[in-house]
């Protein structure tokens, strides 16, 4: 079985690319704020690293929103084949 034919077949269509980068959208806040979390559940956080922590968390977020959502957008505007 050819997995990139499959990934490729599957987002061949506008439908399941728009649910998929809605779908990595929600990982974006969900991952943010889990990783902001991290740092205060493990007592890192405080008046003064809280925004350090706030950004790093939401760079974190962005770089898997980007790095997840490219896959089938590339595929969709015809960039992969």
């Known amino acids: 079985v050819d997995v990139f ?11 399941p690319v728009l649910i998929y980068v ?3 959208g929600f990982l974006f ?6 990783f902001q979390s991290l740092f205060q559940t493990i007592g ?10 706030g950004n790093l968390s ?3 977020g962005v770089v898997l929103l980007v790095g997840y959502a490219s896959i089938p957008l ?8």
């Open 5 to 15: 034919v499959m990934v490729v077949q599957g987002f061949s269509s506008f439908f």
């Open 22 to 24: 809605i779908a990595m």
């Open 29 to 34: 806040l969900h991952v943010s704020h889990g």
């Open 44 to 53: 890192l956080s405080n008046d003064r690293t809280l925004p350090v922590m």
């Open 58 to 60: 939401k760079l974190v």
């Open 74 to 81: 590339l595929i969709i505007f015809g960039i992969v084949r």
